[in-house]
């Protein structure tokens, strides 16, 4: 898995069917944390005020109001950057069920709930780029899963979950010690 990625860790060898075999926690990647966004505001705003002067300066005192509403555009695009990055998927498997929870920025939450013998993982590929998108199809069911990740990210993504329905797939793994 690649580190620091958006998903988490997968566990084999379970003695009970409530057991997790894999366990994973998506979260879209952002690259600006909250330092580097105020060090940008800061910038910004300092550009738009010198810009602002220097044009208030020459006589052209209206475009002293549109580098103010350029910062304040820029402010509350990342503000909105910010907020949908609450944004998650987790994702389970245990001998019994691949579970599927989504949710939201705003906390919206959907569920889906798979038999994980019935489950099967599709992936659409471009030849160029590779894996551009990943769905868990069962029973009629197609659902879309991952969909923020990056290309490597979808392609580790789908490999762990692979092998962790394989293990679904195997049972249980009894050991009399």
Not at 3 to 20: I, L, R
Request: proline share 4%; net charge positive.
């Amino acid at each position: 898995m690649i580190p620091g990625n958006a998903f988490a860790s997968q566990e084999t060898g379970c003695d009970t069917a409530d057991a997790e075999l894999f366990s994973a926690r998506l979260r879209p990647h952002r690259s600006l944390s909250r330092t580097g966004f105020v060090v940008l505001m800061i910038v910004v705003c300092a550009i738009s005020f010198i810009g602002g002067l220097a044009s208030l300066l020459m006589g052209a005192w209206p475009v002293l109001g549109f580098f103010g509403l350029d910062a304040l555009a820029i402010y509350w695009a990342f503000k909105i950057n910010f907020r949908r990055a609450n944004a998650y998927e987790d994702v389970s498997i245990t001998l019994t069920e691949l579970r599927l929870r989504r949710v939201s920025h705003n906390g919206d939450v959907m569920e889906w709930r798979f038999n994980p013998l019935w489950v099967r993982l599709d992936q659409v590929t471009h030849e160029e780029f590779g894996i551009e998108n990943l769905y868990l199809v069962a029973r009629g069911h197609r659902v879309a899963i991952a969909s923020f990740l990056g290309p490597e990210e979808k392609a580790s993504f789908a490999k762990a979950l692979t092998a962790g329905l394989q293990a679904a797939k195997r049972g249980p793994v009894y050991n009399p010690l």
